[in-house]
């Protein structure tokens, strides 16, 4: 016989909290500890707890670990501590001139208040399939440097994801940092956009798509698009590269290039959006999109 | 567990035990019974708790106090001065910015937390510096107006070497 | 301040017109207020955490709250074996053989129904000794929509109505079947408006204490009114009314109609306060207020014109069918009957049908959402008549004015019995064509459609009822039954304000308003202070309703934009006759005649002897210190005056069902312009103007502000609110994330005229204003999208018309298109 209520609820469950002041510490208190779990800025963990949907007996705080929230430069690449915010992340020079779209995905997570918060080891982590980091990491393929109190390991970006909120991760884990290598280009034009669609601004999206896109010559170099949101984790669509590759960067091109692409059938279907929309919704974005990046590229925006 | 912490809030120290569960809202409420910060949603979805916290708008709804240990915040009741209201507030009156005020106090200090960051924004900055506080009212057109007009009172008082300060504050409730 | 404390010359009506800042604001901008949530609780006050139905319909078998009740802390859970020991169902308007308690009895009939309610030392505990309550239930089919509901064999909601239709009726004014023979051409139109709400941003909140030493139960609610509701609740509670006293703040934030709703919590929460003896506090969190607390009704409406060769409306008939959720529950079944009296709008038409069908399903139950039932009407008839428009070749406006009452007609009587005070709606519609720009606008409109965009144009028109006539539910009860010398007809709808001058001159006005945020203090200061000649600042007023110490009537309350024509009213009395008690106080003292003082710069003049004055501070202290003076000795000279307005056309039903609702009928019309995205659906509104006749404004601000609010909530409701849930009645869209709330991101600025006519029926000749949005707004964006859509021939029948609905009823018919168009991103 069917059993259960439903309870609305504001306040989390008990647990106990413990303040991490460095990665090993962090990573022993996992290692010891039963139930603990990670917390940063806690913008979803914490949503969560007060819905009694999450209930560590442990929250091992790593937001206040000198460091771990820095972006430092590693040869023409990036690193990004775990605990960066998306509000210093979307404001950073650095990353603005080498990864600009990561601070467009960055700029557009949540609201201000959130971003302030919210990290983006948080929020990998948490793997929410509507995010907007997974599609631009994976685009950019970003690799997540992992340690626990006995191991360290490297995990490709599209690698990671496994599925909604559920990464390869394990419970005495954490994601240190971003890593961003910036390959080195001549004679071509990069351009980059990302994009989300959503009812309302400050709310995940039903759709998003993150573009890059190499030009020489007036002609596709390279196409890379992540689809992200309408499906359980994002997905790189090599198809458009094929088709793209080698043609000339003209609107007539990617729209026919974004009405032929397969999205297979494990797309995201519920009350806001059903498949059939979201997959319409992801051919226009695909489309616009890369059109933004092309004109990034060659400077007409 | 229970934890001792002590938090500044509009200047003054404040010094706790409190259970590590309490979030940083409750504690600005219950604790320090500042009662302007509200509640308006159980997902962090409204914004009505929004304080600035170490100059930053944050949602005090998602933020255990334990995690605001030697933090500094600021509430709506920290924006007057003894000298008067802040230019927000005497603008937010002026041009009718404020209808039943349950979500005032919160839009109130993301706009604060705006223009120190960014004291000449375009009305484009404000829309979006507001996107974390709802209005169900849905008196946008005046609260982004009366923003506006708050950063225009603040610069011009700059220029003279004033303290841009209300002159209602004799009148305050 | 005082009386006397004003610098300048005030004379009658200074502060009247005048865009005044809000004294709420000092505290509200300053985090002073206090909210429901903000005040101090009785000492020993106990937490309550509501535990809710997981199944739309299922039957409660065993309730296991052993666990629960062990942890430290915890006070009582109960459950309705408890409750309904200190409790009788709630009263319903409809008659039936349905009891409705606000806690779930046998059985749940809608996901989200009260189940028990743990009480604790703190929320907290309360809340870990809830997820220890296991409930054992069984599953019953369920019936979550309307065309479900009245499916043959269909399970019924409640079993003992045996249907799922709970109410009926036709009701036929004129001769409809005439007008539908000598008709021309009849047009018809068939829309659905989905199940909403206009969420507020302060949720429920009721704290009950029950005082065993007086045997009173007092309760401090953000309820709204009206207070025929407290008596609902007393009655519930088997308490007589000088048992059981209601506190409402005079803080409210925002309700919107839905905080009447509050009223089932507190029949809840006081039974809980009086079977434990421990005060008890509930705050609703914010799913609870989506799954628990109230809905808009869901709608089907067919509507059907008999149109004359010249396009004249000769009749109109209508078939509505309501889903009002899982119980019928006062003031249902308002939804309709709110309108049957002004059911045709600004129009003229004599013959009128319409028929009503309720319907219970399990679903949330509803309750007045901003603009009660009006959207719900608006929007069918204005689609019909654009489509009369249509049809007959003629100007939507043209059409609409040729049909409209006239100035000469005024005050004009509804064929189904709505008595219309004033209005000049042809030069309203003037008005809003110069406000809007019309011939611009349909000159961009060609310009845009020319580049190949999807852009219409759209108007609405509608009357703003104000004040609800507690008549109009006698409509529920069968004549018989209304013929027998043992009913009781109900009519009215009154507004009190008291207004006090006290010893040292302080003046103090208290109304029964509940506001939440429609600024009555400043309004009531304005006026108060005009007629005494004071500053606002000078007047203390205070607004939210204290059953025990306001003359309050069931009426009371703030709901169906009451406040611009009763509210201001009973002030504005109040102040003339306080002003004349000090008249003929300093008439006495100065012995000269009653009409020859002048209040002047707080001071009472002889007209004809200007040597002769007192200050009004003099005036006052002798009232107080010396009424037995020889001049003041044998008259009442008492500086306190309640006055209590009430406008007279507000009388009972007939018994061939005509009655009026309202007290006064503003008017609206709206025109809006909007782009629909060939890619995705999306709508952006391009232009949305609105001309109000709302007799006149006391504060122009606040009028504005308030419409301001109105309108964009209107898009919101049109292009996106509905309550969904799936086929097992499971709501889904229940949080700020997922119901679609706008943002500063996505807001629009309306633009707005003033086309006033002053009612005869007020002393200042105001009405209500500021639903008028939420009724028009969502008419007007409809047939501007089905004007962006012309080539599709598009028929929207569905509210709300969201992007999607856009794309797959029209857009997908067509290719991908101008996908890789200039717009870079998507709104």
Redesign the interface.
């Known amino acids: 016989?069917?059993?259960?209520?439903?309870?609305?609820?504001?306040?989390?469950?008990?647990?106990?909290?413990k303040?991490a002041s460095s990665v090993e510490e962090a990573c022993k208190l996992l290692a010891t500890t039963d139930g603990a779990k990670v917390?940063a800025g806690?913008?979803s963990l914490?949503?969560a707890m007060?819905?009694?949907l999450a209930s560590p007996a442990v929250?091992v705080?790593i937001?206040h670990i000198s460091d771990l929230g820095n972006i430092s430069e590693e040869g023409m690449g990036l690193n990004i501590g775990a605990t960066c915010t998306h509000?210093k992340l979307a404001r950073s020079k650095e990353v603005m001139e080498r990864f600009p779209i990561l601070c467009e995905a960055a700029a557009r997570v949540?609201?201000?208040?959130?971003r302030?918060?919210g990290t983006i080891g948080g929020s990998i982590s948490h793997a929410d399939p509507a995010g907007n980091y997974a599609p631009v990491l994976t685009a950019l393929n970003a690799k997540f440097a992992v340690v626990s109190a006995s191991n360290r390991r490297t995990i490709a970006a599209s690698n990671f994801f496994e599925g909604p909120y559920t990464t390869v991760l394990n419970g005495d884990e954490l994601v240190e940092k971003v890593v961003l290598e910036k390959k080195l280009s001549s004679g071509t034009k990069e351009g980059h956009?990302f994009?989300k669609?959503s009812?309302?601004?400050?709310?995940?999206a039903t759709v998003n798509v993150a573009s890059v896109v190499a030009i020489k010559d007036g002609k596709f170099e390279e196409v890379t698009v992540a689809l992200g949101a309408l499906l359980p984790k994002p997905r790189i669509m090599p198809e458009l590269g094929e088709s793209l590759i080698g043609k000339a960067t003209t609107?007539?091109n990617?729209?026919q290039a974004?009405?032929k692409l397969q999205l297979g059938s494990e797309i995201i279907s519920?009350?806001?959006?059903?498949a059939?929309?979201r997959t319409?919704?992801a051919?226009?974005?695909v489309?616009?999109s890369?059109?933004?990046a092309v004109n990034r590229a060659t400077g007409a925006? | 567990m229970n934890r001792s912490i002590d938090i500044k809030i509009n200047g003054k120290n404040y010094s706790d035990v409190v259970e590590d569960r309490l979030l940083l809202v409750n504690y600005i409420r219950d604790v320090a019974g500042l009662t302007g910060t509200h509640m308006g949603c159980d997902t962090g979805h409204c914004g009505a708790c929004t304080i600035v916290m170490n100059g930053e708008a944050v949602k005090s709804c998602l933020i255990l106090a334990v995690q605001a240990e030697g933090a500094s915040v600021e509430t709506v009741e920290g924006l007057a001065s003894e000298t008067g209201l802040h230019p927000l507030q005497v603008s937010f009156r002026r041009n009718f910015a404020v209808q039943c005020g349950f979500c005032t106090a919160g839009i109130l200090m993301s706009a604060l937390a705006l223009l120190r960051n960014n004291p000449e924004p375009s009305p484009e900055d404000i829309s979006k510096a507001l996107t974390g506080n709802i209005c169900r009212c849905e008196g946008y057109p005046n609260i982004v107006k009366a923003i506006e007009e708050a950063s225009l009172v603040i610069r011009a008082s700059k220029d003279l070497g004033r303290e841009p300060r209300g002159k209602e504050n004799e009148k305050e409730g | 301040m005082t009386i006397q404390s004003s610098q300048e010359k005030r004379t009658e009506q200074t502060y009247v017109g005048v865009a005044y800042p809000r004294l709420e604001d000092l505290r509200l901008t300053t985090g002073k207020a206090k909210f429901l949530d903000d005040l101090s609780v009785p000492p020993g006050t106990h937490y309550a955490v509501i535990l809710r139905s997981p199944y739309a319909h299922a039957k409660i078998k065993r309730i296991d709250a052993e666990d629960a009740i062990k942890v430290p802390g915890v006070r009582a859970v109960l459950t309705a074996v408890e409750l309904l020991s200190v409790m009788d169902p709630l009263p319903l308007a409809l008659r039936s053989p349905i009891r409705y308690y606000p806690i779930a009895t046998d059985r749940a009939r809608y996901a989200g129904e009260p189940v028990a309610v743990v009480i604790a030392r703190t929320r907290a505990i309360a809340e870990d000794a809830a997820s220890k309550v296991n409930v054992d239930y069984e599953p019953l089919e369920v019936v979550a929509d309307i065309e479900k509901a009245l499916a043959q064999g269909a399970p019924n909601v409640h079993e003992a109505v045996g249907s799922n239709t709970v109410w009926k009726k036709t009701f036929s004014y004129g001769d409809v079947g005439n007008a539908f023979e000598q008709a021309v051409k009849v047009v018809s139109v068939d829309v659905r408006v989905n199940g909403y709400t206009v969420p507020p941003m302060e949720t429920f909140g009721v704290v009950a204490e029950y005082d065993r030493g007086s045997d009173v139960l007092t309760e401090w609610c953000n309820f709204i009114g009206p207070f025929t509701m407290a008596y609902v609740v007393a009655k519930a509670l088997r308490l007589s009314q000088d048992r059981f006293r209601v506190i409402v703040p005079g803080d409210i934030g925002g309700s919107f109609g839905t905080k009447l709703a509050v009223y089932p919590y507190m029949a809840l929460i006081g039974a809980c306060s009086i079977f434990t003896g421990v005060p008890v506090k509930w705050i609703e969190t914010r799913m609870e207020h989506f799954v628990g607390s109230t809905r808009a009704a869901t709608r089907l409406s067919h509507l059907e014109m008999a149109l004359s060769a010249d396009g004249e409306f000769l009749g109109l008939k209508a078939r509505i069918t309501d889903d009002i959720g899982a119980y019928p529950r006062s003031p249902e079944p308002g939804h309709l009957l709110k309108s049957v009296s002004n059911f045709t709008g600004p129009y003229k038409i004599a013959n009128l049908e319409i028929s009503g069908e309720y319907v219970t399903t399990n679903t949330l139950p509803t309750s007045p959402i901003r603009a009660f039932g009006r959207p719900h009407l608006c929007i069918p008839l204005e689609k019909l008549v654009d489509k009369c428009a249509k049809i007959t070749g003629t100007d939507p406006l043209e059409l609409r004015k040729r049909n409209f009452i006239q100035p000469r007609d005024f005050p004009y009587t509804t064929a189904s019995g709505g008595v219309y005070d004033s209005g000049d709606y042809g030069a309203a519609i003037e008005k809003l064509k110069q406000i809007f720009d019309l011939d611009g606008a349909r000159a961009d409109i060609l310009e845009k459609r020319r580049e190949g965009r999807l852009v219409g144009l759209g108007f609405a028109v509608g009357i703003e009822p104000s004040v609800s006539n507690m008549a109009y539910l006698d409509l529920a009860i069968p004549e018989e039954e209304r013929q027998k010398a043992t009913f009781m007809p109900h009519s009215g709808g009154q507004h009190s304000a008291t207004l006090k001058i006290e010893p040292d001159g302080h003046i103090v006005a208290r109304l029964d308003s509940c506001p939440q945020g429609q600024g009555h203090e400043t309004v009531a200061a304005q006026l108060v202070a005009s007629v005494l000649g004071v500053n606002p600042e000078d007047v203390r007023v205070l607004t939210g309703v204290d059953t025990f110490n306001v003359s309050w009537s069931i009426s009371s309350g703030t709901y169906a934009s009451r406040f611009g024509s009763l509210g201001i009213s009973a002030v504005y009395s109040a102040a003339l006759d306080m002003r004349k008690k000090l008249t003929e106080a300093a008439s006495k003292l100065l012995g000269v005649s009653a009409d020859d003082i002048v209040m002047e710069n707080g001071v009472l003049f002889s007209k004809s002897r200007r040597d002769l004055k007192i200050s009004s501070k003099r005036l006052v202290g002798t009232v107080y210190w010396n009424p037995g003076s020889d001049a003041l000795k044998g008259g009442d000279h008492t500086l306190s005056v309640t006055r209590t307005f009430n406008v007279e056309t507000l009388g009972p039903a007939t018994l061939d069902n005509k009655v009026n609702a309202s007290a006064t009928y503003g008017f609206i019309g709206t025109a809006a312009a909007v782009e629909v995205d060939r890619d995705t659906g999306s709508v952006s509104i391009l232009k949305y103007a609105s001309v109000h006749d709302s007799g006149g404004s006391v504060n122009p601000g606040i009028v504005e502000q308030l419409c301001v609010g109105a309108a964009n909530q209107a898009a919101s409701h049109a292009l996106h609110q509905e309550l969904i849930h799936d086929d097992r009645g499971q709501p889904l869209n229940i949080t700020f994330g997922d119901y679609y709330v706008r943002t500063a991101e996505d807001f629009f600025t309306p633009i707005f005229g003033s086309a006033a006519k002053k009612s005869p029926f007020t002393p200042l000749g105001t009405k209500g204003v500021s639903e008028g949005d939420n009724m028009t707004g969502p008419a007007a964006l409809l047939i501007a999208i089905q004007d962006a859509l012309y080539e599709y021939n598009a028929d929207i029948d569905t509210v709300p018309f969201t992007a999607e609905r856009i794309w797959s009823r029209f857009l997908s018919k067509n290719n991908l298109g101008e996908s890789a168009s200039s717009r870079s991103d998507v709104a």
């Open positions: 016989m069917p059993r259960g209520v439903t309870l609305y609820t504001l306040t989390p469950p008990k647990f106990d909290y303040r917390i806690g913008q914490l949503v007060r819905l009694r929250l705080d937001g509000s949540g609201d201000e208040q959130v302030n918060r956009s994009m669609f009812t309302m601004p400050q709310e995940f609107a007539e990617i729209r974004s009405q519920d009350y806001k959006a059903s059939q929309y319409h919704i051919k226009v974005l489309a616009r890369l059109l933004t925006e």
